[in-house]
């Protein structure tokens, strides 16, 4: 049997195999030719999708898509689904099937459900493939060559479900179905069970300085700040050593150690090594690593901030760039959970409210620092007052016949709308209000703030300013009540046709803006103003050039055909309404 290594060889060890250290830095520093891999987590193929898997999805699919609007960036968007473990074999057993027959249907249908929510990802990967096999095994020998494993006995308390053993601070005390004491996961409420068996064990205790200065050197490796904060402590209590193999005699589906045909590779020591695979490790994969961030649920925080780094060092590389955490969704107040029978179907939700619909409300009410509840009402409400009624509208209103006959781009009047320094605190002259040099400025900075609160993990915030700007645009336009100005008046026509102008510019903003999160939506609302596919990058976006003397390429073009309504408004099953806010 192997021995855990004197401190000394061990400490020497570290310093060989350890990456070299990377300099903080206030943004990511993108790979080989601007490069990023956006990840998933992989998702535990025991059951079917709900909606924190869409969740996590939705997070990683909206940051690559708008990291894709800034070419030349190269990107990739890997997702796919965790088939290994103790926990499939026995949900394969109780369903009368077998471990590969269940994560063939289950894996189908996370990709239908991602497929169906417009996720657009490049790379959906399946740990059962002999591709990703190879990778673990190579990854495996890698870890033991460098004296990172040794084989011991270990004891207690295994949580089925999460695939871990469990520290007396993460179990509170509780009575089971019979009413006999048992002891439950904190996290997650599961039953655990004392278990004893002899495996290898990764000296995850030996990087616990080698963590802490990475995260010292990288303040931005784990987002939200409260989620850095909560690995740091982690890293003040004691970092016992890792088991990463069960006895094949309990796990028989799964991985065997290379050469030890006795113990199967721990489920989360094979799944972490999906990020790796998906770029061709052991050969390919420095064309991409370490760019790479994962977007992933504040429940598994701890196997992607300490055990992934760890293990990475270990094997002599680097850890990911950025680890982005977010929190869950409950129902109504309560978790969700089987025996609640309040499990959220996504795929139903998308049927229901739309694919652009569902999208748009879990990424405007998602925050990922705290806990979010769902319910019909509210998504109803958000969903028919900010794109139905507010975006919606505006465009149906600022595109009508009776405002804009000639369904054209309509040219801007300086003399009506000046350009004035320091707008923002002027009066207004000409025809345009103090309150119209406020939405100017506040578009004109919009694509910036949008920029920075992606860069920051805050989405939600971004879909926020978008949605103030959208009522600030609507206001603009009930404020100068356009139908009422008469277009044979040559003084009104031109006015008419800034109004129409600024309104058209703004919509244009948002409508680019929100193609990472409503795709569907912002493609027809892009359309029906003629913006072509070449123009719908972030790079070269302008807001209304015409306000600072420069020639804007819409003015005078033909509007692209009605599509009709932008986005339906919503109904309450059962013929209930729910009030929304006023334009």
């Given at each position: ?152 006995s270990y004891e207690g308390w295994y949580c089925t479900p999460e695939e871990s053993f469990l520290s007396e601070s993460q179990l ?17 409420g599961h039953q655990v069970h004392w278990t004893k068996e002899e495996n290898y064990m990764f000296r995850l205790s030996a990087f ?376």
């Amino acid at each position: 049997m192997l021995r855990p290594l004197p401190p000394r060889r061990l400490l020497l060890l570290l310093l060989r195999r350890r990456p070299p250290r990377r300099p903080a830095s206030t943004s990511p520093g993108p790979g080989p030719g601007g490069r990023l891999l956006l990840s998933t987590p992989i998702f535990y193929a025991n059951g079917p999708p709900h909606i924190g898997h869409l969740y996590s999805a939705l997070l990683a699919d909206a940051l690559h898509r708008h990291r894709q609007l800034r070419p030349p960036a190269a990107g990739r968007l890997c997702t796919g689904t965790d088939e290994h473990g103790l926990k499939i074999q026995q949900a394969a057993a109780a369903a009368g099937t077998s471990p590969p027959e269940l994560c063939e249907r289950v894996s189908g249908l996370f990709h239908h459900a991602l497929t169906q929510a417009d996720v657009s990802f490049t790379d959906f990967t399946r740990t059962s493939q002999p591709g990703h096999r190879r990778a673990v095994c190579h990854f495996w020998r890698t870890l033991q060559d460098s004296g990172m494993l040794y084989k011991g006995s270990y004891e207690g308390w295994y949580c089925t479900p999460e695939e871990s053993f469990l520290s007396e601070s993460q179990l509170a005390e509780c009575k089971d179905a019979q009413g006999r004491p048992c002891k439950v996961s904190l996290e997650t409420g599961h039953q655990v069970h004392w278990t004893k068996e002899e495996n290898y064990m990764f000296r995850l205790s030996a990087f616990q300085d080698p963590l802490r200065q990475w995260l010292r050197d990288n303040p931005r490796a784990v987002s939200p700040e409260p989620f850095y904060q909560r690995v740091l402590r982690w890293l003040e209590e004691d970092l016992p050593d890792l088991s990463v193999s069960r006895e094949s005699s309990r796990l028989q589906w799964g991985i065997p150690v290379p050469g030890d045909p006795t113990q199967t590779i721990y489920v989360w020591v094979d799944a972490l090594v999906n990020y790796l695979s998906v770029v061709g490790y052991p050969e390919a994969h420095g064309e991409w690593w370490p760019a790479a961030h994962h977007v992933v649920g504040k429940d598994i925080l701890k196997f992607h901030a300490i055990y992934w780094p760890a293990l990475l060092m270990a094997a002599g590389l680097a850890p990911p760039e950025r680890i982005l955490v977010h929190s869950h969704w409950t129902v109504r107040g309560q978790k969700m959970s089987k025996s609640l029978g309040n499990v959220i179907d996504p795929l139903a939700c998308i049927e229901r409210y739309t694919v652009d619909g569902f999208r748009y409300f879990l990424l405007r009410q998602g925050v990922p620092e705290r806990d979010c509840d769902y319910y019909d009402e509210k998504v109803i409400k958000l969903v028919n007052s900010e794109l139905a009624d507010a975006l919606g509208g505006l465009l149906n209103r600022s595109t009508a016949p009776s405002i804009n006959p000639g369904n054209t781009y309509p040219r801007f009047s300086e003399s009506c709308f000046p350009k004035i320094p320091g707008s923002g605190e002027a009066k207004g002259v000409g025809r345009a209000s103090a309150e119209d040099y406020e939405l100017v400025a506040a578009v004109a900075a919009l694509p910036l703030q949008v920029a920075g609160y992606f860069e920051g993990f805050q989405i939600y915030k971004s879909l926020e300013c978008i949605a103030l700007c959208v009522r600030q645009t609507n206001s603009f336009f009930q404020r100068h009540r356009p139908w009422k100005l008469n277009r044979k008046d040559p003084t009104e026509r031109l006015w008419l046709d800034t109004i129409i102008h600024v309104t058209l510019e703004c919509l244009r903003v948002y409508g680019t803006l929100l193609q990472p999160v409503i795709p569907r939506a912002a493609d027809k609302l892009l359309s029906r103003l003629a913006v072509g596919p070449e123009e719908r990058g972030l790079s070269g976006l302008t807001f209304l050039p015409r306000y600072d003397g420069k020639p804007c390429p819409f003015e005078g073009r033909q509007l692209g055909p009605d599509t009709g309504v932008l986005f339906h408004r919503l109904e309450v099953p059962g013929g209930r309404q729910v009030q929304t806010e006023k334009l």
